[in-house]
């Protein structure tokens, strides 16, 4: 198995870093491709990039995995999803994901979801338990949501109404990629990751693990802090809501804060658990 990962960044210089070693670091029987778009920037983020292409280039560039190649193109673009939609057009392997320049993987992540890919066929598309840290990196807020209904993906619920659906720790099969329209997605300017969620919706069923994939940063420049301007471009293009899909979105927040993770598990037939050294599906 292959993955594609994906960083877009513009003068990342202070967590760039953190973001590919996180990378290199994972191990297990399976190849990585790293493409890495810079949006020229200015400060010391090409510097950091081309260390690593020196090494990969003298064959000292180290790694866990079974073969891992670092991509680098540094070309102006119109924003972010401008960026990734060239990452996602340049990938070539069987699992997509794209983690921000100020985000990391976790030790063991990609084994984790190399697993359970290998093992479960029918899985297209799967996330980890929504993490974020402080400025350090240190995890300070987790939660394992309930489940994620897909129709409530359609219509706009997750990170407004309900817990995020967490892109850094999100992993998907190539062929989703066809789900989604990369000339709207490269307009987006805030909730492009929510864009694709709603795409994939259409055709796929959401998959979780009990596990910590992957961790968002908390720091005041993240385009994320702009909470209105996300939530305004999800309402442009999700489907519409009724009071009955209120209520439930209500009873689903308030049933994933009070339940307990085992109740939670034990509720969701699309959550895969770790039991006698290995990934289990719920039933």
């Not at 057009?89 to 983690?99: D, L, N, P």
């Not at 990369?182 to 864009?195: H, I, N, Q, S």
């Not at 702009?226 to 899909?245: M, W």
Request: aromatic share 16%; with cysteine.
């Amino acid at each position: 198995m292959k993955f594609s990962i994906i960083t877009a960044c513009y003068n990342a210089e202070t967590y760039l870093e953190d973001t590919i070693r996180s990378i290199l670091q994972q191990h297990g029987n399976f190849e990585i491709e790293y493409t890495i778009l810079d949006n020229c920037s200015t400060d010391r983020t090409g510097e950091i990039i081309q260390r690593y292409l020196k090494l990969q280039e003298a064959g000292q560039l180290k790694y866990d995995c079974r073969s891992l190649e670092i991509h680098y193109l540094c070309e102006p673009d119109s924003g972010l999803y401008d960026a990734l939609v060239k990452g996602f057009e340049m990938a070539t392997g069987e699992i997509i994901a794209y983690i921000n320049a100020n985000d990391f993987y976790f030790p063991g992540a990609f084994a984790t979801v190399h697993e359970i890919f290998e093992e479960n066929r029918e899985v297209q598309w799967l996330t980890g338990i929504p993490v974020s840290t402080n400025e350090t990196g240190q995890p300070v807020y987790w939660v394992l949501p309930l489940r994620y209904n897909i129709s409530m993906i359609r219509q706009g619920y997750y990170g407004r109404r309900l817990y995020y659906v967490q892109q850094e720790s999100t992993f998907w099969k190539k062929e989703l990629l066809k789900a989604a329209n990369f000339e709207t997605l490269r307009k987006m300017k805030l909730a492009g990751d929510y864009y694709l969620w709603f795409s994939f919706a259409a055709v796929a069923k959401l998959y979780q693990v009990r596990s910590f994939l992957a961790a968002s940063r908390q720091h005041a420049d993240r385009l994320s802090a702009d909470r209105a301007g996300y939530e305004a471009e999800i309402r442009a293009f999700s489907n519409k809501k009724g009071v009955k899909n209120h209520l439930r979105a209500f009873a689903q927040y308030g049933l994933t804060y009070l339940l307990p993770d085992k109740i939670k598990t034990i509720l969701n037939p699309r959550i895969f658990f770790y039991s006698n050294n290995k990934w289990k599906k719920g039933k």
